[in-house]
């Protein structure tokens, strides 16, 4: 498949889904604001096979941080929200990234971008 048909798929396929979703991903939404204070969603910045940097999108699933602390839970950690603990269990923390489909910075189908060690801080918007 060409490079302009793959990106055309990938439009449609994200807009479709996101069109479907949101009977739950508003009320997700709704629930990840109510559950603290901060933003609905954050921006984690991961880097793809070539070392390109890209912010992507997901569901908050922490307590929000003042003044530049780390913002990335792990698993079990208490910053966690229930919403989010929810959210993370379920893969749907993820789920907003089909904007970043929409945008053209990510593919539907694609090898998985990764963190760097000393860059796991998630940035909130």
Do not use: H, Y
């Not at 396929?13 to 990840?32: D, E, G, H, R, Y």
């Amino acid at each position: 498949m060409k490079p302009d048909q793959q990106r055309l798929l990938d439009v449609i396929a994200a807009s479709l889904l996101l069109l479907a979703s949101a009977p739950v991903f508003l009320p997700l939404a709704a629930l990840v604001k109510i559950s603290s204070p901060g933003p609905i969603f954050c921006r984690r910045r991961l880097f793809s096979r070539g070392g390109r940097a890209l912010r992507i999108w997901q569901f908050r699933a922490t307590i929000a941080v003042q003044n530049g602390g780390p913002s990335m839970a792990i698993a079990g950690e208490r910053r966690l929200t229930p919403i989010g603990r929810f959210l993370r269990r379920s893969g749907l923390e993820a789920w907003p990234q089909l904007f970043n489909v929409l945008g053209g910075d990510l593919r539907l189908a694609g090898p998985r971008l990764q963190a760097l060690d000393e860059d796991k801080r998630v940035l909130s918007i």
